[in-house]
Structure formats: C-alpha cells, structure tokens
C-alpha cells in the first residue's frame, strides 16, 4: 500500500523506489511483448529481527518466520505482534498456528494489496512486495499484527565523536536492573545537545538495547536520541518520578510527559527500531498518573522516524504548537481495554508530516485537534493557542473502536488544509470523520483520498458508518467549509446511515464527495442515496460526482 508523498528528510527515496518498480514493471512488459527473455523476480530482501525484552511475553496463538528467518512474536491484551525489519526485496511469510490444528480460514489486511496465501495444515504462506504493516487473522485466533519496517539506513556508530552512549562513562546506565536511570540518561541527552548546538549539528545518544526505567526527559535543540532495536524506555506511573503536567477531567486522572522538548527548541530527532513504553494499565495502579508518551511543544524542526510507542493511558503522541514536523514508520500500539489512548493528535501545529504508520487502540489513532489558551490536558504550557495548518497524514493503517481518521474533536482555533490519504482502516466505528463538538473556529480544505475501509464492527455515539460529519454547541458553533472525500473503497458501509449534520448558523457547506464505491458495487455511487447518505441537516452545497 506503500504509496508516495513529496515531502522532506528520507520520503524521495520512496518516490524513487516507485519509479524504479514502474520502470521495471515497463521493461518486462516490452520484453514479454517482443519475446526477450525476462530476468528473475525481486530476490528476496534481508530480514532484520529485533531483541525482545523478556518483559514481553511469547504469543501462545502464532509462530512466524519471514524469508526462512525465525521472528517472535509476542502476546498482547487484544491482538499479538511481530516487529521485524526487511531490507529491500520481498517477503515471504509463513504464519504456524501454535498448537498445530489445521487452518479453516484466514484473512490478510490491507485488503487492497490482493494478497492470497496458500494453507498446509496449521500454515499459512503469502508473500509481500515490500515492507508492509500487515494484520493477519487465523480462525478464532486473535489478530496478528506484523509490522516490518524498512531497514535502517542511518544506523550510528555506538561510539565516537559526537555520540554519546549512555551505557559508557560517564553515564553507565544500566538496562533490566528496574532502578531509575533517569539522571544517567539526562546527562546524555544534556552532554549531546550542547555538543550539537557548539559544533552546527546533532550530537547522538545512543541507547543500546535493553529495558531502562525512567521518569521524565527533556529533549534541547540540536539532539538526535538513536534507540537501538530491542531498546524499551519504559514509564512506571510512580509520582515521585514524575512533574505532573496536565490532568484529564474526563478520566479525573493527572498527566504528565513521558518525554518532551524544551519550549523554543529545535533540530531534535528520535529515530532507531526502539519502543516508547506507557506500561498500559500496571502504570496506573500506583497513583492513577497518566501519561502522553512523547510531546513535541513549542518546538520546530522534529522528526520521529521508526519508533514504537506502545500502551499509553492517555493520548500517545502530542505534537502541540509547533511546526515543521515529520513522524515516520511510526507504530502506536495501544489497548483496547483502555479509554481516551488515541495515538497521535495533532494540536495547534503547522507543516506537520506523518507518513507511514500504523496505530491501534480504543480511541482515535489519527486525528487534528485544537484547544484554547488553558485546558486541562496541558494546563501547564504558557503562551496563547494557535492555529493548525498544513497536516499531512499519508499511508495509514487504522484499527479502532472510534474513528479511523478524524478532525476534531476540539476546533477551538481554526483548522485548515488538513489531509488524509492512502489510508486502509481494517476495522473502526466510524471510518472518515469530521466532529466539529468544541469550540467556534472554522475548519477549511479538509481533504480524504484513496481511504480503504474493511470493517465498522463498533459503534461509536451511536455512530457506526463510513462517513459522520457534525457539528456541536460546546464551547460555541463554528462552520465546516470546503472538505473532499474522493476515491474510496467502502467494503462495509456499518449499519447507521452516513451523516452531515451542521447547525443553524454553522452550516457544513462545500462538501464533494467523488468516486466512490460502496459495498457490492464495482462502480462509483452517482446518487447520495447509493453512498447511504441520508442523515441531513444544516447543509449546503452537497455533490457527488463519479
């Protein structure tokens, strides 16, 4: 599904490797033509394995191998997970059921790919074209998740000039002892970035693998944090550790930072095949203390490129009032057992990236929100809130109990020129969403294309369809203007009638939806009556075009 976007920091390779396959795709169609003799097919591409912690628990359901290679895969609450790296070239996938019993059905997603395996016995082979974020259903099984990544090309040294190794002196951090490393870590993470900003760079911290506790980092300009495979920070949920940042009233449980950037910071990096780890529900029973895993505030110049953020108990990733963003081969794997865990939310930004991710949990894993100057989540942050311009998500594949993609629920301060596209949601409540509940400023050229939905198993405030466009009275009513839904793959429309309901002075107006093909149809619906549209109110400007 990987598809391209133009963009800044490592995506022109992925444009590039689409034109290359193309222009293959071309030359052996004229060789098959003129009769030449063809060349092989893609070798197989070289399979990376990534240590896991003995904090992570073995799958009871699935064994996995990819290109012969042996891969772990362990057991999570709501569906199990294998993360691997795959260099370039294909990969051939061979999923056991663990206790040997034949395989009666299966199901691969994204759908749109047309992958078909081949079952022996308790086995199940298909193969991929390329690095993928796979989710593979076995009977009765729960769902496996294989997330294979792209191989690092940026890996750095462990040691020298400029890096700075927290496991070396004079940081010694110890990983898998359960003691506190955070001092250890600071020092680091302090230490590279004034080499970074003294010498025109980024100064590295390099964290080999192994589980290190942690309280709160802080992040300065100038500082790529590199977090090696099998590397896990990982979150305790124990006050004394921690600066309470926030509160969420709707949980009635304090927040705080997991990780953050200093106010006016910039040129900050955190890449590697790590996991960011919020410890789910064990993180709360101390002092029912939340946490956001990662927040990017007041910063410019941020990329997140290739980790995985893993049980939050409050919105993951928070990117707030910044600019100039990219979070890339990014993995949220959340609960479903635990409310108001979305997986990242962009708040109050502009010329924001996210491309190439997967997010799971309860609630939203992608979304565009905006706040006013003090609210609850970061009562904490100076300052006056901001607009959100310029938010790109791309390449996207979303399961929920809520929305697959949404703008919203906040619209306090405008929101403009946001898209989603090339995204595939394997299951939610609502797969395109835009919930104007809070707040009295506009949302404008909001955009959804090429978006593959496969399942609407859950309701969501009654909600459970395709497509649900409202607007609330909290905190005022503001318009929604100008929003394209354009070429999507609806494979289950859910059972509640899709929605555009504006209010008495704060219409939804300008609303095109184009080529769109609804389940059991192979063409595009020419009636809003074909596409289940029917919930109507305070609307203007309505069409639908093959």
């Not at 395709?466 to 929604?480: C, D, K, N, R």
């Amino acid at each position: 599904m990987r598809s391209p976007l133009i963009a800044a920091d490592g995506v022109e390779s992925r444009v590039l490797r689409c034109l290359a396959l193309g222009l293959t795709a071309l030359l052996l169609g004229v060789a098959a033509l003129l009769g030449l003799p063809q060349s092989a097919q893609a070798a197989p591409g070289a399979v990376g394995v990534y240590p896991v912690p003995s904090i992570y628990s073995a799958s009871t359901d699935y064994r996995l191998a990819v290109n012969g290679t042996s891969v772990p895969v362990t057991k999570y609450p709501g569906y199990d997970i294998a993360q691997l790296a795959l260099g370039t070239g294909t990969a051939t996938i061979a999923v056991t059921k663990v206790n040997n019993t034949d395989i009666g059905s299966y199901g691969i997603s994204p759908q749109k790919l047309g992958i078909t395996g081949s079952v022996s016995g308790s086995t199940l082979t298909f193969t991929v074209q390329n690095d993928e974020y796979l989710i593979v259903k076995l009977d009765g099984r729960p769902n496996l998740v294989i997330a294979a990544d792209p191989a690092e090309t940026n890996r750095p040294a462990s040691s020298g000039t400029g890096i700075f190794n927290v496991q070396s002196a004079p940081y010694s951090a110890q990983p898998n002892t359960g003691a506190y490393t955070t001092t250890a870590f600071q020092n680091a993470l302090n230490d590279a970035a004034a080499y970074g900003s003294a010498n025109g760079t980024q100064g590295i911290v390099y964290v080999p693998a192994g589980v290190y506790t942690l309280g709160n980092l802080y992040l300065r300009s100038n500082l790529a944090f590199y977090l090696a495979p099998g590397t896990v920070l990982r979150y305790t949920g124990d006050r004394d550790h921690y600066v309470v940042n926030g509160h969420k009233n709707s949980q009635q449980r304090d927040l705080t930072w997991f990780i953050s950037t200093r106010y006016s910071s910039t040129n900050i990096k955190i890449y590697g095949r790590g996991i960011i780890d919020g410890n789910g529900q064990a993180a709360l029973a101390p002092d029912n203390l939340g946490v956001n895993l990662l927040a990017p505030i007041y910063t410019s110049g941020f990329t997140v490129d290739g980790i995985t953020f893993r049980e939050a108990s409050s919105w993951a990733v928070i990117p707030l009032r910044s600019s100039n963003m990219t979070f890339r081969n990014i993995k949220m794997f959340n609960r479903f057992d635990m409310g108001e865990n979305d997986g990242i939310d962009v708040m109050e930004s502009t010329d924001v990236t996210v491309d190439h991710a997967i997010g799971i949990g309860l609630d939203d894993p992608f979304s565009t929100k905006t706040w006013p100057d003090v609210t609850d989540i970061y009562g904490t942050v100076p300052g006056t809130a901001r607009p959100l311009d310029n938010v790109t998500f791309n390449d996207l594949v979303s399961w929920t109990y809520c929305y697959g993609v949404k703008v919203g629920q906040g619209i306090v301060q405008p929101q403009s020129r946001v898209t989603f596209q090339h995204v595939v949601v394997h299951d939610a409540a609502v797969g395109i969403g835009v919930h104007h509940k809070y707040g009295a400023a506009s949302a404008t050229n909001i955009k959804f294309d090429d978006i593959d939905i496969e399942r609407l198993s859950f309701k969501n405030d009654d909600n459970q369809t395709w497509l649900a466009m409202m607007t609330g009275s909290t905190q005022g009513i503001g318009p929604v203007t100008g929003v394209t839904i354009s070429n999507v793959k609806v494979r289950n429309a859910g059972i509640t009638a899709a929605r555009v309901n504006g209010l008495p002075g704060a219409p939804i107006t300008g609303v095109a939806l184009k080529n769109i093909v609804m389940p059991g149809s192979t063409t595009p619906a020419t009636t809003l009556s074909q596409v289940n549209l029917t919930n109507l109110s305070d609307y203007g400007s309505l069409t639908i075009t093959p």
